[in-house]
């Protein structure tokens, strides 16, 4: 026995995990050496915390829940001043190279029948372009827009973090400086049965999973992005979600309300398309904005609404966050500040010699759980048509097929009023046009642009 293997089975004993090294003595060299290297990751006294939530009451949301106060599309002329002077502040911001840009890219897309990360998934409706590449091609135009470096955190996970970054390079980095693509992983964690003990996903492999969105922040602290941050001078970091092209990461009068209200972390919202809609929403919870789980909203409030007819709780969380790099790091300092949920479910397990089902649990820290630690917080309402539209299921609603769609309508409304041809409308309804997201990342871009010019491909027109 190494001294390397008596000190993590030592560990393990004490901890109370003895059984992980039931079957070592069977696995191969370089298993055990793989093996020993994921135990000696694992944070013993974070797994016994697990265990304790396991064994805890689930706690009640409680609190008393108000409607929100949002920044509304709907605007008088009051909060349209208020918006040119916010506008002003992230423009400036931007023009001095204040902000950094952070994508959470840690998914496969398994789901959409693609094998390999979510982000190289192709979506462009003409042009077949990526997610990677959209998103890419909205920091170019902001870059040239601007003149300044678009710091972009990509963050991936253990599965898709090579071939990520193989994809970045085969793309030459969508021509972004590679300086200026900082990739870093989210971490894992171990799952645990109700008995509070580690699971195996198979012999010599513990069943590790990802530690939640909120993890970001960690990851982001430990990878030293934050400090890479610091060191360019950045001060406030848009974090946005790889599965939805629509998202816009310099968003000048997202970033001025932030500034302005000295906010923490501020978050974006849509409408809810009606009350049934299964989304999380931006509330007030003893006077905190919290963003409230569908499942933990009391059903009178989630039906309920205000004179005019509109949701009271209608403000829809779309994971996108502006958030204040000090705060950041006030959250990750010693650890992340953030509470742990419990995901219990059937999971397949490697027990007795053999893969079965069985029940157990995944822990997850959610990045909106940091809402109601930040000093103040902006809630922005936009249109849904204009920037929300994930991809996350193979069909059906928020679908490859959703999305494309809704690109091609929002793109063809910017051709539309600039007086442009468009192609004729496909079978179900909507012009297959798309517009360069580095030539025009916002309508207004395309409406001040040098005159357009359509490349006319068989599948659509491509405006760039």
Known sequence: MTARERTLRSKAQAAGQGHLFESYADLDPVARERFLDEVESVDFELVAHFARLLAAKEPSSGGEIRPPDVFALRRDDRAEERARRARG????????GRVGYVLVAGGQASR????GPKGAYRIGPVTDRSLFEWHARRLLAARNRYGRAMPWYVM???ANDAPTRAFFAENDWFGLDRGDVFFFSQEMVPALDFEGR??????????????GHGGTLLA???SGALADARR?????????????PLAPPADELFLGLHVLAGAGMSSKVVAKRNAAEKVGVIGLVDGKPTCIEYSDLPAELRDAKDPSGELLYGAGNIAMHVLDLGFVESLTTGGLKLPWHVARKAMSVWERGA????????????VFDALPLAR???TLEVAREQEFSPVKNASGEDSPATCRADLCRLHAEWVRARGLALPPPTPEGYHPVEIDPAFADHREAFLRAREPRPKIAPQGHVYH
């Open 89 to 96: 502040a992230g423009e400036e911001l931007l023009r001095q």
């Open 376 to 378: 103040s917080s902006v």
């Open 198 to 211: 580690i699971l195996l996903s198979g012999p010599g492999r513990l069943f590790l999973a990802p530690n």
């Open 156 to 158: 991936t996970s253990a």
């Open 112 to 115: 959409l029948g693609y094998d």
């Open 232 to 244: 360019r001078g950045v001060e406030q970091l848009s974090y946005f979600q790889v599965d939805n």
């Open 355 to 366: 893969t079965t089902q069985k029940q157990g649990a995944k822990f997850e820290t959610f």
């Open 220 to 222: 982001l602290a430990r």
